[in-house]
């Protein structure tokens, strides 16, 4: 069922409610105006038959015949006394107004020898209750048929809305995007256009930032493969033939110890490198440090090596005391600081950096701070930022980038703790 049948149908259950209810209060009424009319009746009718005992005369049609809720009526020779009879709905209104009440009739034999009946008529104060029912039900039917019309006007002005809404839903949800609504109409209509186009143009804008990025994140991933397949063949790989050359001169100079010797310290020297290209290589790839220090000595070996490589100052200050982390979010709290320093040697033309890790209250805080040239943040933050801020929400924190130009840059974040 649509939603206007049921707005009709709750409208018209209010109105037969309301009708039947001034009908009951118009029903109690005639009640009590019933009871005085018809003793005032009552009083005619011992009046009309005590002057007639007296005079006959006196009953006149044409004074009698204008009574309200009395009737004289003549009666031919042996003719029965009997009250007017109803039918239909007015013999139920009758009934229902006049169940209890007194209907006095008199049959009177005058002195000229004919027979009258004065009765108690109530038929008039019938019509008159009748009357009454039939405006009010006429005035509820107009005021109901006027409120459907309304009703009816006004919601397939509002559902016309609707209609629109969902057929741009409809299309957003197929991948148009560049779907709007119009903005016009009533202040509601406008409001809801302009947040609907608001919602399009975000997702419209977040569209092409995800595929940007995606393009982004795959070439850079084409230039770790590559960096990685160079290493392995320009650096490692040499080293490694240079060991196995050397590994074989060894068979041809056994007997020239001086010359052993030396191939021997060369050996030695290709391996240490050879280590040493691989352990890089490992750093770069996991921080193997991770599993076998803590994270306080890890933030520290990763700020000497980042600050004997950049020759940048970097002061590093942890809290006592911090909370045993998971290994994920161990991870993602390092790779993050490891970020923001790559940035900051990349971008921020710092002499000072201050790094701060603390823990408050059910918070971990992490603070990273320059002195460099600083920049107006980005309405849309690059591969760096953005990877940070998805790091940050891993972690279920919030990460703020505060910048301003000649004032450096700040990195914070304010990590949940989960509660034992």
């Known amino acids: 069922m649509s939603a206007l049948w049921r707005i009709n149908l709750w409208v018209c259950g209010f109105f037969v409610l309301v009708t039947l209810a001034c009908m009951g209060?118009?029903?109690?009424?005639?009640?009590?105006?019933v009871e005085r009319e018809l003793q005032s009746a009552e009083a005619v009718v011992e009046y009309l038959s005590e002057t007639a005992e007296r005079d006959p005369a006196s009953l006149q049609p044409r004074l009698t015949g204008s009574l309200r809720h009395v009737r004289v009526r003549w009666l031919e020779p042996g003719e029965a006394a009997r009250l007017?009879?109803?039918?239909?709905?007015?013999?139920?209104?009758g009934r229902l107004l006049f169940a209890e009440a007194r209907h006095s009739a008199r049959v009177l034999d005058l002195h000229d020898g004919r027979r009258v009946q004065i009765a108690v008529d109530p038929r008039d104060e019938i019509d008159e209750v009748w009357d009454s029912l039939q405006q009010l039900l006429g005035l509820c039917g107009l005021a109901l048929i006027l409120s459907l019309l309304?009703?009816?006007?006004?919601?397939?002005?509002g559902m016309g809305l609707?209609?629109?809404?969902?057929?741009a839903l409809q299309q957003v949800s197929g991948g148009q995007l560049k779907v709007r609504l119009r903005a016009e109409g009533m202040p509601e209509a406008r409001q809801l256009a302009a947040h609907f186009n608001r919602m399009t143009t975000a997702l419209e804008q977040s569209r092409a930032d995800n595929a940007h990025l995606t393009q982004t994140l795959l070439a850079v991933q084409?230039?770790?493969?590559?960096?990685?397949?160079?290493?392995?063949?320009?650096?490692?790989g040499q080293y490694l033939a240079g060991i196995r050359a050397q590994a074989c001169l060894l068979r041809l100079v056994t007997d020239q110890p001086v010359v052993m010797e030396r191939t021997v310290r060369e050996?030695?020297?290709?391996?240490?490198?050879?280590?040493?290209?691989?352990?890089?290589?490992?750093?770069?790839?996991y921080p193997v440090v991770l599993q076998h220090l803590p994270l306080a000595e890890a933030f520290g070996l990763l700020v000497e090596q980042w600050q004997g490589r950049h020759g940048i100052d970097c002061q590093l200050r942890i809290g006592a005391q911090l909370p045993p982390l998971s290994a994920p979010d161990k991870t993602q709290l390092y790779r993050l600081l490891q970020e923001a320093?790559?940035?900051?040697a990349r971008h921020a033309q710092a002499t000072r950096v201050r790094v701060r890790l603390q823990h408050r209250g059910a918070y971990l805080h992490l603070l990273i701070r320059d002195n460099g040239r600083g920049a107006t943040q980005p309405q849309r933050p690059g591969v760096g930022l953005y990877s940070m801020y998805e790091r940050a929400r891993s972690v279920g924190g919030e990460l703020r980038v505060i910048s301003h130009p000649g004032a450096g840059w700040a990195l914070a974040l304010s990590m949940p703790l989960e509660v034992s």
């Open 25 to 33: 209060l118009l029903v109690h009424q005639a009640l009590a105006d």
């Open 84 to 93: 007017p009879v109803q039918a239909g709905l007015d013999a139920w209104l």
């Open 150 to 157: 309304t009703i009816r006007w006004a919601v397939r002005r």
């Open 162 to 167: 609707l209609d629109e809404l969902l057929r």
């Open 222 to 236: 084409e230039q770790e493969r590559t960096h990685l397949a160079q290493t392995l063949h320009d650096d490692l």
């Open 267 to 285: 050996l030695e020297h290709n391996c240490e490198h050879l280590q040493q290209g691989f352990r890089a290589l490992v750093h770069d790839l």
């Open 341 to 344: 320093l790559t940035n900051v």
